[in-house]
């Protein structure tokens, strides 16, 4: 059974930072790619950032620079640094995974998790 367990949200004040982290079981990590989306009340999920298994990274327009994705392959786990944080990226963090390859599509990620609550106060 493949799990994914995000952790290190909060509450931050504009400017600050965070590290969120995801916790993979149930599946041969190595083999997936990884991918970090946000969902704000009312909005659609959308991707933020994705690190495949060689750890080639995409990101998107609105994170780069801010935002880094790494992986730790013998700890099963993925991270997101979070940089400079603004009001605008307030919302549910959720980690997701998906064979090889990265994508910016949520439909084509086959596992999600709960996700972590990100709140940026100006």
């Known amino acids: 059974q493949v799990q994914l367990a995000e952790s290190g949200g909060g509450l931050v004040q504009a400017g600050g930072s965070l590290r969120l982290s995801c916790a993979a079981s149930?599946?041969?990590?190595?083999?997936?790619?990884m991918g970090w989306f946000r969902q704000a009340p009312g909005k659609e999920r959308e991707f933020v950032a994705a690190?495949?298994?060689?750890?080639?990274?995409d990101y998107t327009d609105s994170v780069k620079g801010r935002f880094t994705i790494s992986r730790d392959n013998a700890k099963n786990t993925v991270y997101l640094q979070m940089n400079s944080l603004k009001p605008e990226d307030t919302a549910v963090y959720h980690c997701?995974?998906?064979?090889?390859?990265?994508?910016?599509?949520?439909?084509?990620?086959?596992?999600w998790g709960q996700g972590t609550q990100v709140t940026v106060s100006s």
């Open positions: 690190i495949n298994w060689r750890s080639a990274t």
């Open positions: 149930g599946l041969t990590f190595t083999t997936y790619a």
């Open positions: 997701a995974a998906r064979p090889v390859h990265n994508s910016i599509r949520t439909d084509q990620y086959n596992y």
